[in-house]
């Protein structure tokens, strides 16, 4: 090999590697996804894209984290090596598939009662000296025809899913400030951005907590402290299945066809599993996201028909 292509494979080879990129021998020879452009054969074995997102010994506190995509989140960051502070409502709602052990502390809190976000922060300062992360995956909203839905309804879906998140962000900001650093993630959902017109009072609390959102990134950057949100479309949890009873009912026809409909507007044609909502974030709350602030992914299968 001529000594300039050497030196050029090996400043990728170094660049990939400081990103996060891993060896492996699986790989030899020329290969389209080797970053020394198919020179690994003098260099090394071969790469796969295996980033790792530097969560090893990191703490997070993850509301909402005993079903679902706060589930699914508390699996993925505890595999990636972080220390958890998990809050459910209950301690009993947590399942034998939460993780566990020594650096997994179970809590109580429900965000509709003023001053469990507050004391579920605490404990988890007490518990880990820090919070690195904070995830809020919780609430659900009713759906239904619109002149059917009363004030409680209303009132159910503002004091859960925004005054819930307020309450979590309200909590955990001084913390981070404190620090200099730490990553918020909200999941949200893109009836935010793309009203469902039988979905309105979860589509009117994701906006507000969107705006929340995006004020409290620019007041936080200054600090170190970064502030995102992911917005799933149709997610395969226990949370959309009651969601699709609900329709339903409401308009008199089976779920299946219910579910079909709302999948219509799906161009992937296919419902988002958890974990893959996990994944997304995972990386907005690890350092590997890096300037990313005040915005929203929207993972939704090109559901949202807007520019990104």
Known sequence: MPSWRKRRAIARL????????????????????????????????????DMDLK????????????????????????????KLALAARSIDSFGADAPGGPDTLLLAADLTAPGDADAAVKAAVECFGRIDMLVVSAGAAQGGLFWELGDDVWETALGLKFFGLVRALRAAAPVMRDQGAGRMVAVVGNAGKQPNKRMLPGAAANAACLAVIRGLAEELAPAGVRVNAVNPGPTRTGRWDTLIDRLATASGKAAGDVEAEQMAGVPLGRISEPDEIARIIAFLASEVSGTITGTSVTADGGMTAAIA
Do not use: N, V, Y
């Not at 170094?14 to 020179?39: E, H, L, V």
């Not at 997070?60 to 972080?82: D, M, N, P, Q, V």
């Open 14 to 49: 170094a660049f990939w590697t400081r990103i996060g990129w891993t060896g492996c021998s699986a790989m030899s020879g020329r290969s389209k996804r080797c970053p020394t452009w198919g020179f690994c054969s003098t260099i090394c074995a071969g790469w796969t894209p």
């Open 55 to 82: 969560l090893a010994g990191q703490t997070a506190l993850i509301f909402g984290a005993s079903k679902g995509i706060g589930l699914a989140t508390a699996r993925l960051l505890a595999a990636e090596g972080a």
